[in-house]
T-cell receptor, first 113, second 109 residues
Framework: NAGVTQTPKFQVLKTGQSMTLQCAQD?????MSWYRQDPGMGLRLIHY???????DQGEVPNGYNVSRSTTEDFPLRLLSAAPSQTSVYFC????????????FGDGTRLSIL | GQQVMQIPQYQHVQEGEDFTTYCNSS?????IQWYKQRPGGHPVFLIQ?????EVKKQKRLTFQFGEAKKNSSLHITATQTTDVGTYFC?????????FGTGTRLQVTL
């Protein structure tokens, strides 16, 4: 099994550009989420989904959109990139719900110039 | 809201020394999880503790969950260079999972 797959691994954007970070899991997990990791701040939850068709906001949702049309895929969209969104983004999945052990993807390292 | 504090932020040890990181929550937890992130890598789940006072071991790693279910610790005996990385705790309360800020461990020969 591939587990949680994120693409791309690296990306450089200019301020104001938009893009979509892809996340796919092949474990049939119901719960999926997006985190951003910044130095000294741990992992902060951006958006999450408890199943296909259901999404909700986490701690730091501003500037990001998500959708969950299938169980497998959970893309994260940056609407108009800002330098403050420079970060490492991790997608994670788990069975049942958010407070169960999380399986993380390899991450996307995003720089906004 | 729920806060999870982790100390120390950074620890540098000589290979063979012991290491401990501590995790404290502002609220009572239903479970606590520990993750390890190697430099340049992603967090990898290590263990989950559920019961008050629970102690679990994985080879040289010992995990404890406090009696009040508000704190936890990870102790590594006789560190090795392969232990290098950042160790995160994550506290579950209700439907929320809150990650600590992590403890970065550096091990030198």
């Amino acid at each position: 099994n591939a587990g949680v797959t994120q693409t791309p691994k690296f990306q450089v954007l200019k301020t104001g550009q938009s893009m979509t970070l892809q996340c796919a899991q092949d474990m049939n997990h119901e719960y999926m989420s997006w985190y951003r990791q910044d130095p000294g701040m741990g992992l902060r939850l951006i958006h999450y989904s408890v199943g296909a068709g259901i999404t909700d906001q986490g701690e730091v949702p501003n500037g990001y959109n998500v959708s969950r049309s299938t169980t497998e895929d959970f893309p994260l969209r940056l609407l108009s990139a800002a330098p403050s969104q420079t970060s490492v983004y991790f997608c994670a999945s788990s069975t049942r719900n958010r407070n169960q052990p999380q399986h993380f993807g390899d991450g996307t390292r995003l720089s906004i110039l | 809201g729920q806060q999870v504090m982790q100390i120390p932020q950074y620890q540098h040890v000589q290979e063979g020394e012991d290491f401990t990181t501590y995790c404290n929550s502002s609220t009572t937890l239903s479970n606590i999880q520990w993750y390890k992130q190697r430099p340049g890598g992603h967090p990898v789940f290590l263990i989950q503790l559920v019961k008050s006072g629970e102690v679990k071991k994985q080879k040289r790693l010992t995990f404890q969950f406090g009696e009040a279910k508000k704190n936890s610790s990870l102790h590594i005996t006789a560190t090795q260079t392969t232990d290098v990385g950042t160790y995160f705790c994550a506290g579950a309360s209700g439907s929320k999972l809150t990650f600590g800020t992590g403890t970065r461990l550096q091990v030198t020969l």
